[in-house]
T-cell receptor, first 112, second 114 residues
Framework: GENVEQHPSTLSVQEGDSAVIKCTYS??????FPWYKQELGKRPQLIID?????GEKKDQRIAVTLNKTAKHFSLHITETQPEDSAVYFC???????????FGKGITLSVRP | DAGITQSPRHKVTETGTPVTLRCHQT?????MYWYRQDPGHGLRLIHY???????DKGEVSDGYSVSRSKTEDFLLTLESATSSQTSVYFC?????????????FGSGTQLSVL
């Protein structure tokens, strides 16, 4: 089955700097890659997603890039703010009839 | 919150006792899921349902059973709770946008098995 890995497990950045969180996946048939954000004590929430026919997608300060050849995708956060501090989960699946496989999560800390 | 309610929000129980967690949704979603979240393991799928009386196992289903007798309710049962089942449990529903399955999670249930 699919294996999704996230590195590093923790990331600390200065407020205003950019943060990049990377994920790798194992199944070349995977074609959908969402990112979920979980603030402390809260539920995970979808923040952005990308399909394999698109190389990059942006939404205000966040963007996701996909490299199908290398089988990795990354979340980019620009101008980080304290409210960006959270656990970020990446996930992957092969389409509507397969289930999402989540990575273990990365804890992002934004230092004021 | 996609109309998802989990109950209870917190539960403390003893090893060997049965426990049932409830997930209730108000928007007639077909697909429902139960995940557990543990430090260092992320979100792991326990069971899921694609309709009334249609359920299937996820990657960590041992020790758990589920039932879905109505569209709106998806129950997770620990037949005989063990300390390894201490975790945060999240229910989720999915909405499809084309082929993209987007999950919406409930608020979670913190379960402690002593």
């Amino acid at each position: 089955g699919e294996n999704v890995e996230q590195h590093p497990s923790t990331l600390s950045v200065q407020e205003g700097d950019s943060a990049v969180i990377k994920c790798t996946y194992s199944d070349s048939a995977s074609n959908y890659f969402p990112w979920y954000k979980q603030e402390l004590g809260k539920r995970p929430q979808l923040i952005i997603d990308i399909r394999s026919n698109v190389g990059e997608k942006k939404d205000q300060r966040i963007a996701v890039t996909l490299n199908k050849t290398a089988k990795h995708f990354s979340l980019h956060i620009t101008e980080t703010q304290p409210e960006d501090s959270a656990v970020y989960f990446c996930a992957a699946n092969k389409g509507a009839n397969s289930k999402l496989t989540f990575g273990k999560g990365i804890t992002l800390s934004v230092r004021p | 919150d996609a109309g998802i309610t989990q109950s209870p929000r917190h539960k403390v129980t003893e090893t060997g006792t049965p426990v049932t967690l409830r997930c209730h949704q108000t928007e007639n979603h077909r697909y429902m899921y139960w995940y557990r979240q543990d430090p260092g393991h992320g979100l792991r799928l326990i069971h899921y349902s694609y309709g009334v009386k249609d359920t299937d196992k996820g990657e960590v289903s041992d020790g758990y059973s589920v039932s879905r007798s109505k569209t709106e309710d998806f129950l997770l049962t620990l037949e005989s709770a063990t300390s390894s089942q201490t975790s945060v449990y999240f229910c989720a529903i999915s909405e499809f946008q084309g082929e993209n399955e987007k999950l919406f999670f409930g608020s979670g249930t913190q379960l402690s098995v002593l």
